[in-house]
């Protein structure tokens, strides 16, 4: 029987040693994030844990606290079995239209990003089931003899929900407004972008370092296997490690947040690195079904930029919202100006290249940033003057290096402006910069009147 035992054991170690790898514990915690039923399901396993205690603890006490007779206690959990109840279906019935109404005028990557992963409403939840759950207990368990510490904290419970409710209701209120969302949006990506480029910006653009030459000794393609699906992370430190102990280098093709197909190469390996199992460089790689925030600043910009996109669209026309995100753009390209980006190579403790780790550079955030907010939002005066704002800040207080594609950027957007403004009143106010989009400026009456006295000297 211990023969048996040993063997089954020895036999479950390598199993869960071949599939239980970074990725696939990466994925399962990017899930749990933004899985709305983890905390209610904690939440149903403490109370089952926590009631034979308190049952205990009532029976060595012997209080005598609420005074409720059996009927009263009786009424008492009814009563909060049906208030939870009614709070749970609204909740669920409130987010639902939450997610379409979120989804149809900001943008659908929010659902993940924002709503689904929000702890109030998770931990709101939480509270809802786990109170439901310990009156059905309690109403089950209810004698002769009322449990005076079962029937106290059942009515703490029981305004604890009501209390939390009504905060809800506004929290959630406040939550879907569109300064909320891209503010909630600008934040992770703050982090982010801190959390990936931890460095500030040198004087030099040393993150622009071309890749080695190619390696002169022979390669191995690692192609991607089991689903097509989104990168959404790498673990950069065992890749690191794994050329370092082959002295060799692996190159990591494509980039976080690339939707790679079955088939397509996920690694080239040169050298020495050319032993490396497939399975172990795979197993590595974290994919999921969409794009996240954990190692992709990018999505970020994605995000805000979307918003920006439908608020601009002939349907919603709603420039303000624009000229909101735009300030969390302008907030990020700051920040991303001011770091020192990754560059594509890594390399280890001896200096040697090690990992080549392809990501964005400082151009293809401001490209991103700006091209279709510039393209849907030209014509309209407040997202001109606030990108306007945008690029001429930015150019005054990031690096010098960074100025050349701010520039081309400024560029770009007077030949947009020149392009949707015909009258030359309209064409002097769109070029005014203005941080409030329109209003915002003390610049806008004194350059209209400028331009009328240059027409027209004797007005």
């Not at 191995?220 to 689903?227: K, L, Q, S």
């Not at 300030?327 to 770091?339: A, E, K, P």
Request: glycine content about 6%.
């Amino acid at each position: 029987m211990a023969t048996s035992s040993m063997t089954s054991w020895g036999g479950f170690m390598p199993f869960v040693k071949r599939h239980l790898t970074w990725g696939r514990l990466y994925r399962a915690t990017s899930y749990l994030k933004s899985a709305l039923w983890t905390v209610p399901l904690v939440a149903i396993v403490l109370e089952m844990a926590l009631v034979p205690w308190l049952r205990a603890l009532d029976a060595w006490l012997h209080w005598r606290l609420s005074g409720l007779a059996p009927a009263g206690a009786t009424a008492l959990y009814q009563t909060v079995i049906t208030m939870t109840l009614s709070f749970l279906v609204f909740t669920f019935g409130s987010l639902l239209v939450a997610i379409q109404v979120a989804g149809g005028q900001l943008t659908p990557r929010i659902i993940a990003t924002t709503l689904l992963r929000n702890n109030v409403v998770r931990y709101s939840v939480g509270l809802f089931v786990f109170t439901l759950v310990f009156a059905v207990q309690a109403l089950n368990r209810q004698e002769a003899s009322v449990a005076e510490l079962v029937s106290l904290v059942t009515a703490v419970l029981g305004v604890a929900c009501i209390a939390d409710f009504l905060f809800l209701i506004d929290y959630a209120a406040r939550l879907l407004r569109p300064v909320a969302v891209v503010a909630h949006i600008g934040n992770e990506g703050v982090a982010m972008i801190k959390s990936v480029y931890p460095d500030p910006a040198t004087a030099l653009p040393l993150e622009s370092v071309a890749l080695p030459g190619q390696p002169q000794m022979p390669s191995r393609e690692v192609e991607h296997r089991g689903t097509s699906e989104i990168v959404l992370a790498v673990d950069l430190s065992t890749l690191v490690a794994l050329a370092q102990r082959h002295d060799g280098m692996i190159e990591f093709v494509p980039q976080v947040g690339d939707f790679l197909a079955v088939g397509e190469p996920l690694f080239v390996l040169h050298g020495g690195a050319m032993a490396i199992d497939d399975r172990v460089v795979q197993s590595s790689v974290a994919f999921g079904p969409e794009r996240t925030l954990e190692q992709d600043p990018m999505f970020a910009f994605r995000i805000i930029v979307d918003i920006a996109l439908k608020a601009l669209s002939p349907a919603i026309n709603d420039p303000t919202t624009a000229v909101l995100a735009l300030d969390q753009v302008h907030r990020l390209l700051r920040l991303v100006g001011q770091r020192k980006l990754r560059g594509e190579v890594i390399v280890d403790e001896s200096g040697r290249p090690r990992v080549i780790f392809r990501t964005p550079n400082w151009e293809h955030y401001v490209q991103v940033a700006c091209s279709e907010i510039r393209a849907c939002g030209a014509g309209n005066l407040q997202v001109a003057r606030r990108m306007r704002a945008m690029l001429e800040n930015l150019r005054r207080t990031l690096p010098e290096h960074r100025q050349a594609t701010l520039d081309i950027e400024l560029d770009l957007l007077d030949s947009a402006i020149q392009t949707h403004f015909t009258r030359s009143e309209e064409l002097a106010l769109a070029r005014i910069p203005d941080s409030q989009g329109l209003g915002g400026s003390i610049r806008s009456a004194t350059a209209i009147a400028d331009h009328k006295t240059a027409v027209d000297p004797h007005r």
